[in-house]
């Protein structure tokens, strides 16, 4: 018996009549494992050496009484003042910032969390008390969207895309 053409159309109507035209309102989850190198130097770490909203004689997150390699005294988030592009103390810099991500919850970093006002409670004081008033700062955005941006190569082509911030308008 032959199907008239018809009745193929009916058939595909009934057959596609379960089927859902909307598009999944999900958001795509990065799915990446690290995080850029490049967007570390270029934008991230020059936030850790920067004395933040054009304070003088205040101490940085990098300075010897916070978070210093060789002198600091601010918990095991270690960093190297002064560390240069592609130098082996700006990758030691890299993996301890990198250690205080959450990719599974970028907001939710420790990085993130022990300086930003308000927040500290939760997770434990920041003896260096807050240093972002709110997740609006500018250099709290630059830090939150590095750890967003999850790649499976820290040198991904993604990589490289972070626009610097003046550092000088960040924090109090």
Not at 47 to 67: E, K, M, P, Q, W
């Amino acid at each position: 018996m032959r199907a008239s053409a018809g009745s193929i159309v009916l058939a595909a109507g009934l057959l596609l009549g379960g089927c859902d035209n909307t598009v999944n309102p999900q958001p795509v989850e990065a799915s990446g494992s690290t995080l850029c190198v490049v967007d570390y130097e270029v934008c991230v770490n020059p936030i850790f050496d920067a004395a933040l909203n054009g304070r003088t004689g205040v101490a940085t997150c990098s300075s010897g009484g916070c978070h210093s390699q060789a002198s600091g005294s601010g918990g095991a988030f270690k960093i190297h003042p002064g560390a240069t592009t592609g130098s082996a103390e700006m990758m030691a810099n890299y993996f301890s910032a990198r250690s205080f991500a959450n990719l599974d919850d970028p907001p939710g970093s420790r990085l993130l969390q022990k300086p930003t006002a308000g927040r500290s409670a939760a997770i434990g004081g920041h003896a260096g008390g807050d240093i972002f008033p709110g997740t609006t700062d500018e250099c709290h955005a630059v830090i939150q969207n590095w750890i967003a941006t999850r790649v499976d190569d820290a040198n991904a082509s993604v990589c490289g895309s972070c626009v610097p911030v003046d550092v000088s308008t960040c924090g109090y």
